[in-house]
């Protein structure tokens, strides 16, 4: 199941509309940018305009996801907005995440004990 949610997310994520979230991104900081605009007297660079604009010019990867281990301790469903973490669907797609690479973190303490190498193959099966 897991590695079903993951796929769905990877593969979903690569083949976004260049239009979803714009707006909430533009109502998130429309009161912000005009309180400065007031505040300094002087007109204010749009951030979040231009971090959409850079996103729909470029493509956007991130090389470091660790979902599989955080999925391994506790599942949560990536592909709805989750209450941990720093990866989710929908904040991928929000912030136009084109291509998303999971990685395999093991912990250094398991090499003490030499459970690396199973924690890593039992990863990269869920992915």
């Known amino acids: 199941m897991v590695a079903v949610v993951l796929s769905l997310g990877v593969a979903v994520s690569a083949c976004q509309d260049p239009n979803a979230s714009v707006q909430n991104a533009k109502?998130?900081?429309v009161k912000s940018t005009e309180t400065a605009k007031k505040s300094v007297g002087v007109a204010v660079v749009d951030q979040a305009q231009?971090?959409?604009e850079i996103s729909k010019?470029?493509?956007i990867t991130d090389g470091h996801i660790d979902v599989p281990y955080?999925?391994?301790?506790?599942?949560?469903?990536v592909a709805e907005h989750t209450a941990h973490g720093d990866f989710d669907f929908p904040r991928a797609v929000a912030g136009g995440l084109d291509a998303p690479f999971m990685s395999i973190?093991?912990?250094?303490?398991?090499?003490?004990?030499?459970?690396?190498?199973?924690l890593a193959d039992k990863l990269i099966s869920m992915v």
Do not use: H, M, Q
């Open 105 to 118: 973190y093991i912990p250094a303490s398991l090499e003490k004990t030499g459970g690396s190498k199973a």
């Open 27 to 29: 109502d998130s900081t």
């Open 50 to 52: 231009l971090a959409i």
């Open 70 to 77: 955080r999925l391994e301790s506790e599942f949560e469903n």
């Open 57 to 59: 010019k470029y493509i």
